[in-house]
């Protein structure tokens, strides 16, 4: 990949530096910008330590060197327990219809408000190191400086959780990640330990499904949904309280590889999802997501056939429309990794006034673990204080002190309150924060309410929401995990579970993990099974974006091609709002037919065909046909089911490729400009499925 010109730009000036045999080392360096130790001291020299003599050792009173080396022993930090991979950007929120009759949360007091946000994408389970495209659930973490506080939404990519109260979630963590002895497997859950868990948490299944579906290997940050997950509470300046369910709607729609791409991306470019998201803000094509809220009252939660604060169950916009407030959009890469993405602290129970949490048994505990783990992970109280934790929007002030790293000392004698002194700041019973006064009663008991007690109902509705070749995907990645875990009981109780679910999904398992005996289903609470209706919300392919707006469109060629069709599909892909790259047998350039050297942005054996979106394919005098790298570039695309366009030059690849006289929707000829365009239009919708038939089985 190339470097942007943002990554350049801070390159300015060469200056000379002695060596020890007194040559010239060459650095890129600031202008007129000293080196110097953390006590401020110029240094000389940054390459040879102080010692006794050439021969002899190294001086203990070299404090350049000691402080130099000290620092980088303390470099790291723990990494987050989980979601340690992850990557941020800054933006804004816009207020696009006031709620002020509904909640006095400050974002939503005006129409055309906005309020600064960070916001931290991350996988579960893999650790810092990881790659992106690991079949996983995906953070939505977004953090909003209010002018009344910080307000972190703390959201997955899937409107559901796999367990229903947290006191599981340590057991649900350790068994997902790699196995206490053997270290492995590395952010993956098909493994028995996940699948033995799982298996005995009926709870799960839900969330199962869409776990097995396109949702956990998305296209990309900007392509997925973020959700609340929980029912939280908005709330009136006079108290009253209405139900609600946050959901963050990406405007290039929803977006999704396939399995055997995010296998293959993992190896091309383990990055790809922050390289995608760093790239899109650099280019300056900010992605956005529109803020949809479900808002309901005691009467329509009552009336449900759900608990709504079973995180286990979501709430069909079918049901309960999701009703659009405000736009998110992301204009501002950090400038330091480690400054802003690592060290945000995102907790569930940075609320403000006008929004507050319900008896979610998960959200609960959730409210208590994020400020906790944040006291291991930066090292003391005072995390708070970093610039991308701070507040920006209010002023904070109160009486905590001391602590590691403080950095905001109070002046004067005043550090308490009640004081007599007149000074530092009081609580405001009106301004303050008041807690929305639910009443609350019962026993005092370890207890699950018999309302949560549905595990597969949703699920079944959630399968049957998918269009065929979904719903092929889910199974096929059932298939896949459960043939990686070892033990046979393991899949067979899975397969229990799934008759619960549906039937010709259980079978279609049992058949091709090779049961020996199909298991009788799981026992469920055949009271409260209900059969729902599909709701097609939840499909990503009946929900296909409306342009290519964001996406990349791989353009192969070699020496000789035509350079006015190129230029016509660049045309073609500018207009659309796409990115066209450049794959070529040489990165120094490519020269067309007309003898113009043109910019190559990739070289053949290095950027496969799983990162693009669509293809086209140009050779010139090198047909391509006997280079293994531009033969798996187009049969890849064909077998992921992509928009391909064709130059007539391509015939003896496409031969090569065992193509010839394959044709379909998704195969395109391109000659001019016309069928540049006409092949751009195909391109905005998703993939060509009907071809996925012939690669089944
Ligand atoms: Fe969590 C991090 C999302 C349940 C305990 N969680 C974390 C992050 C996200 C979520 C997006 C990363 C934040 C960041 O970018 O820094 N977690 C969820 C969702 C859940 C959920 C959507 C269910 C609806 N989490 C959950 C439970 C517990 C935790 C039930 C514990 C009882 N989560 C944590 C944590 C983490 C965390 C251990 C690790 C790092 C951190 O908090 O800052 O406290």
Redesign the pocket.
Known sequence: MTETPRQTASIETLTSERGAGGEIHQHATGKDERLTTAQGVVIADNQNSLRAGAPGPTLLEDFAMREKIFHFDHERIPE?????R?Y?AHGTFTCTRALTDITRAAPFASSGKETEVFV???T?AGSKGSADLARDVR???VKFYTDEGNWDL???NIPV?F?QD?IK??DL?HAVKPAPDRAFPQAQSAHDNFWDFISLTPEAMHMVMWQMSDRTIPRSFTTMEG????TFRFVTVEGVSTFVKFHWKPRMGLQSVLWDEAVKSNGADPDRHRRDLWDAIDRGDFPEWDLGVQMFDQAFADSFAFDVLD?TKLIPEEDCPVEIIGTLRLDRAVDNFFAETEQ?????ANVIPGIDFTDDP??Q??N???L???LK?LGGPNFTKLPVNAPRGCPVSNYQQDGHMQTAARKGRVNYEPNGWGEGPRAHPLEGYVSYRAPVTGPKARLRPESFADHYSQARQFYISQTPSEQEHILSALVFELSKCVEPAIRSRMVSHLLNIDLGLAQAAADRLGLVETPKAAPASQATQMDLAPAPSLSIQANPPASFKGRIMGVMLSDGFDGALLAALEQAVSEAGGVIRIVAPRIGGAMCSNNNLHAVTDQIGGAPSVLFDAIAVLPGVDDLASTPAAVDFLKDAHVHCKHIGLSESAADLVMECGLKGAADEGLHSLRDSDSAHSFLSACKGLRVWGRETLFSG
């Open positions: 987050r327990v989980v979601h340690a992850g941020g931290r994408f991350s579960v953070g939505f973490s703390v959201g997955n959780f367990i947290a979630f340590p963590v959700f609340g997950v929980h995180p945000v602290a995102f907790c569930t998960l959200l505990g959730r208590f673990s994020y906790d783990t944040q992970r």
